[in-house]
């Protein structure tokens, strides 16, 4: 078990999207997050004290989150130093980057030396099975998006959460590192093999009663040339019966793909459709998740309502402004 609270680490982020898992556990588990530790250069800022490693042992802290999901998932030789200095101060260590810690001779030699635990949540823990393709009983929802990083955990986080409120069966299935981080279970899916992807999405939503939801974690986009293979296995391995589709209006191209541009709305529900009826000929698009952090008030309804009249869908930012809309098309699955 990863203890509990923590300090995020926010390292050198070059911007805010660059430390979305610290964002994400703070905005979800705001009881844990007791500060931030930022090093020279950092560009991201949580709105948490700025502690060093002392005061944050002083605080209570126990675990050191690293919190930010870079290109690659790497751990700079910059960012050791640092890492050795918080397992010296008595701080354990997790982390959900593709670049272990247990990897990381120096930080499992310091661990060692002072008693302190180093957890890597980016390894699955389970032997998962190839996919089947066999229906399941209870129903599922997926997020899928235009592009990365665009809103697709807060969306099935923000469902959960008001279907909780209304006593309906729900379940948030975690499949990424910050995700995992927020609910302590779930699959990493982009550290499973290949082939047995979709098997792992389907070992985490198992027959469940029939009015039961698994609200699905999306991961990359069909449209992205980094990263279209893991929304494809969730779509396949979670069979799902509702599709939200996700959005950022302001990107100006593709998260860390310069040349290529975010699809349309349309052409997302178009192509998600298609590979989702390969093993759910009744999946529905029931909605549309907008992120619109970077647009003010008025330019936030303003872009939901042309959207929503447009595309003929609930159109709501749930984070900004509740999943309630977004829940309720969920009625009619």
């Known amino acids: 078990m990863i203890k509990t609270p923590y300090l995020?680490?926010?390292?050198?982020?070059?911007?805010?999207?660059?430390?979305?898992?610290?964002?994400?556990?703070?905005?979800?588990?705001?009881?844990?997050?007791?500060?931030?530790?930022?090093?020279d250069n950092c560009h991201a800022d949580m709105g948490l004290p700025d502690m060093d490693f002392d005061e944050a042992v002083a605080a209570g802290v126990k675990t050191l989150v690293i919190g930010v999901a870079n290109r690659g998932g790497v751990i700079s030789p910059a960012w050791r130093v640092v890492l050795e200095r918080a397992l010296e101060a008595g701080l354990d260590i997790a982390s959900g980057l593709h670049n272990l810690l247990a990897d990381e001779p120096e930080l499992v030699a310091a661990a060692a030396l002072h008693g302190?635990?180093?957890?890597?949540?980016?390894?699955?823990?389970?032997?998962?099975?190839?996919?089947?393709?066999v229906r399941r009983a209870g129903k599922r929802c997926l997020a899928v998006g235009t592009d990365c990083s665009v809103g697709k955990m807060y969306t099935a986080l923000a469902m959960e959460k008001e279907m909780v409120a209304r006593d309906m069966k729900a379940t948030f299935r975690a499949t990424g590192q910050t995700g995992i981080l927020i609910t302590g279970s779930g699959v990493p899916l982009d550290a499973v093999i290949a082939d047995f992807m979709a098997g792992s999405v389907e070992y985490i939503t198992p027959d469940n009663e029939p009015d039961h939801w698994d609200l699905i974690e999306g991961q990359g986009s069909l449209y992205h040339a980094s990263y279209s293979g893991v929304t494809m296995a969730l779509i396949h391995g979670g069979q799902p019966d509702a599709l939200i589709l996700c959005h950022e209006p302001t990107r100006k191209h593709m998260r860390g793909l310069p040349d290529y541009q975010q699809p349309s709305l349309e052409e997302l529900r178009d192509t998600a459709l298609i590979m989702a009826r390969i093993v759910n000929p009744d999946v529905k698009v029931v909605g549309i998740s907008v992120n619109t952090q970077h647009l003010s008030d008025a330019e936030s309804q303003a872009y939901l309502a042309e959207t929503e009249k447009r595309m003929g869908l609930p159109a709501v930012d749930p984070f900004r402004n509740g999943a309630g809309r977004l829940v309720d098309a969920l009625a009619n699955c």
Do not use: T
């Open 8 to 39: 995020l680490f926010l390292g050198d982020a070059p911007d805010a999207l660059a430390a979305k898992v610290a964002q994400g556990v703070k905005d979800w588990r705001p009881e844990y997050s007791i500060g931030q530790y930022r090093m």
């Open 116 to 133: 302190r635990e180093l957890h890597d949540v980016r390894v699955p823990s389970v032997q998962y099975p190839i996919a089947n393709g």
